[in-house]
Nanobody, 126 residues
């Protein structure tokens, strides 16, 4: 089970951190690849950033340099630090995990992750 938290309303230029706790399975030990997806109003679901089982992070161009994805294996938690947010970042953010689908492939939308969280809402006002 993947449970996200940290979504909030924030002003443009601000920052916030999303968290995703994996329960019932460990994100360490098992070779789970994890990522963040988002669905903006009126848009299709899209990848944002991923963290591989080796802790390496990958990003889509629109968030690279602003967002930082990381994983704390001791806490079974995936994070997304969002900096310099804009109204275009307003979306429902969902955490995903998979064993066979790598973080790099998730971020390029090349495979569909097996496990999904329910999401946490981020709203950025101008």
């Amino acid at each position: 089970q993947l449970v996200e938290s940290g979504g909030d309303s924030v002003q443009s230029g601000g920052s916030l951190t999303l968290s995703c706790v994996a329960s019932g399975r460990s994100v360490s030990g098992d070779p789970y690849e994890m990522a963040w997806f988002r669905q903006r109003p009126g848009k299709k679901l899209e990848p944002v950033a991923g963290v591989g089982s080796d802790a390496s992070a990958v990003y889509v161009p629109s968030v690279k340099g602003r967002f930082v994805a990381s994983k704390d294996n001791a806490k079974n938690t995936l994070y997304l630090r969002m900096n310099a947010v804009t109204p275009e970042d307003t979306a429902m953010y969902r955490c995903v995990a998979d064993v066979l689908c790598s973080a790099a492939r998730m971020v390029t939308d090349s495979c569909v992750p097996a496990y999904w969280g329910q999401g946490t809402q981020v709203t950025v006002s101008s």
